[in-house]
């Protein structure tokens, strides 16, 4: 089993299925999280508001295998993953972001 951590936009099957081969993994704990942060206040203390509320006792961020699909805000996302290293220990697995397909230029 592998707890799947979104904070970015929803994964679709195709992607899930994708992070099942590339991982191993058959099973998957889908976590979505709804990522918004406030511009006006710090965004550490939002940061960890936000990892807070997802009810993950220390154990189980030190133990159990997890996969992070960031948000697609550059800073959000590397004070998310410092928050994440803080209390896992160690920086975790990261979901490649596709760009999107884009039509050839005519």
């Known amino acids: 089993m592998?707890?799947?951590?979104?904070?970015?936009?929803p994964l679709t099957e195709d992607r899930l299925s994708a992070i099942r081969v590339a991982t191993g993994q058959t099973e998957l704990v889908l976590r979505q999280v709804k990522t918004h942060i406030?511009?006006?206040r710090?965004?550490?203390?939002?940061i960890a508001q936000l990892v807070n509320d997802l009810n993950i006792n220390s154990q189980t961020w030190q133990?159990?295998?997890?996969?992070?699909?960031?948000?697609?805000?550059?800073?959000?996302?590397?004070a998310l993953l410092?928050?994440?290293?803080?209390?896992?220990?160690?920086?975790?697995?990261?979901?490649?972001?596709?760009?999107?397909?884009?039509?050839?230029?005519?």
């Open 2 to 9: 592998m707890i799947v951590l979104n904070f970015g936009h």
């Open 38 to 40: 406030d511009p006006e």
């Open 42 to 46: 710090p965004f550490p203390d939002q």
């Open 63 to 78: 133990t159990e295998p997890m996969l992070i699909n960031p948000p697609t805000h550059n800073i959000i996302a590397a």
């Open 82 to 106: 410092a928050e994440l290293h803080g209390r896992m220990g160690y920086f975790p697995a990261i979901k490649p972001i596709h760009p999107r397909q884009r039509p050839a230029a005519i």
